[in-house]
């Protein structure tokens, strides 16, 4: 059974920074393309940031370029989502997910496993 479970959302102010986690069970994080994804109210989930199965490359929306950094412990088998310069706009719900074909797609549609969700709130 593959469980991915996310930790390290809160309540920030803008400028500050978090660091996500996404514990997978169930399945080898070196075989899956990861990532992360975040919706807010009333909006589209869109995707943050992907990292392919082999690690080499990496994908960022334009919005969190250069701020935030997608990587992973192949020993924890976790995955992590540092974002720094925290902004109002960066307010949703993350989520973490899995995609088997491991290619690092930004379609949510392409991810086969997801994790529950955590909430960021930025405070301006």
């Known amino acids: 059974q593959v469980q991915l479970v996310e930790s390290g959302g809160g309540l920030v102010q803008a400028g500050a920074s978090l660091r996500l986690s996404c514990a997978a069970s169930g399945l080898k994080i070196t075989t899956y393309a990861m990532g992360w994804f975040r919706q807010a109210p009333g909006k589209e989930r869109e995707s943050v940031a992907v990292?392919?199965?082999?690690?080499?490359?990496?994908y960022y929306t334009d919005s969190v370029k250069g701020r935030f950094t997608i990587f992973r412990d192949n020993a924890k088998n976790t995955v992590y989502l540092h974002m720094n310069s925290l902004k109002p706009e960066d307010t949703a719900v993350y989520y973490c997910?899995?995609?088997?074909?491991?290619?690092?797609?930004?379609?949510?549609?392409?991810?086969?496993?997801w994790g529950q969700g955590t909430q960021v709130t930025v405070s301006s």
């Open positions: 990292i392919a199965w082999s690690g080499g490359r990496t």
């Open positions: 997910a899995a995609e088997s074909l491991g290619s690092g797609s930004p379609r949510a549609r392409d991810y086969d496993y």
